[in-house]
């Protein structure tokens, strides 16, 4: 703080708590407060006024450039003030991001403590294709939308009337159709599709026994002139003639439809 030895009434900074004073009697924490009190206070002006008309011209010059030099400091002070203020809410965000980014990385996706531990209680594959049941619509829409499509929806079907921790199967990794399966209470990868096939021939079987049901409940399809001998046709076309156990590509399609459907959601679960 200025203090010009030829007047006492200048300005002052003292140690007590209240650092900044004014020559009126006027103490204050911050000297930005002081800065505006001066504009205003009577006291200060008269004191100023003179001073400077007892101030030869060097001295004047010196005291406006110690009144500049403080200014400046002022100034500085308070723009360094602003731009703390200002990075304050950054850093937060940055250290909130730098949290989140950690807690992210952190967090990664336990295959063995998903099946295992989250889904524990899931159904056997055996005790699984038990429940499923053909339907009527399912069996018509053999013949309407085509085997594979008629086989996978059956599958999904009953998969999906599960919870996710439920089901008997989930896929690893769809780009390589990687599933596990569980059966005789243990889960296991079924590297060589071996337990998908079964399961799917298994449901196929169960849908080519449910033609004499369809029958009984549909007399008219014995009747080349209706609609509904129309439709038997197509199923039953379908059914003997569009895929054996043993046609891989009609066999794999039928596993990619069911295996895109029980894909693990890793993010929900890591």
């Known amino acids: 703080m200025i203090k010009n030895d030829k007047n006492d009434n200048e300005l002052v900074a003292d140690g007590s708590s209240n650092q900044f004073s004014c ?16 504009k205003k206070c009577n ?58 980014n950690s807690n992210n990385n952190n967090k990664q996706f336990n295959l ?12 056997n594959m055996s005790d699984f294709l038990d429940t499923i049941k053909i339907e009527d619509e399912d069996f018509e829409n053999i013949g309407k939308l085509g ?15 599960l919870d996710e921790t439920v089901r008997p199967m989930h896929c690893n990794d769809i780009k390589r159709e990687t599933l596990y399966i569980k059966d005789n209470d243990v889960w296991d990868k079924d ?22 049901v369809w029958q009984e409940a549909n007399p008219s399809s014995f009747d080349v002139t209706t609609k509904k001998n129309d439709l038997y046709m ?10 054996t156990p043993d046609d891989d ?22």
Do not use: W
């Open 23 to 38: 020559v009126c009697g006027k103490f204050y924490t911050q000297k930005s407060n002081l800065c505006r009190h001066k």
């Open 43 to 100: 006291k200060v002006q008269n004191d100023v006024e003179e001073m400077v008309e007892q101030m030869s011209d060097k001295e004047l010059i010196m005291y406006l450039l110690k009144e500049n030099k403080e200014f400046k400091e002022l100034i500085l002070d308070q723009s360094n003030k602003m731009m703390e203020l200002a990075s304050k809410p950054t850093s937060i965000i940055n250290n909130n991001n730098s949290n989140n």
């Open 112 to 123: 063995q403590v998903f099946l295992n531990e989250k889904c524990k209680n899931a159904m």
């Open 147 to 161: 085997y594979i499509q008629g086989i996978s929806n059956i599958f999904i079907k009953g998969l999906k009337d």
């Open 191 to 212: 590297d060589n599709k071996h337990k998908i096939r079964n399961a799917i021939a298994l449901i196929a079987h169960k849908n080519f026994k449910y033609i004499p």
């Open 234 to 243: 197509k199923i039953a076309n379908q059914v003997t003639t569009a895929i």
């Open 249 to 270: 590509n009609g066999i794999n399609k039928i596993i990619r439809n069911v295996a895109n459907k029980v894909i693990i959601d890793k993010e929900n679960y890591a």
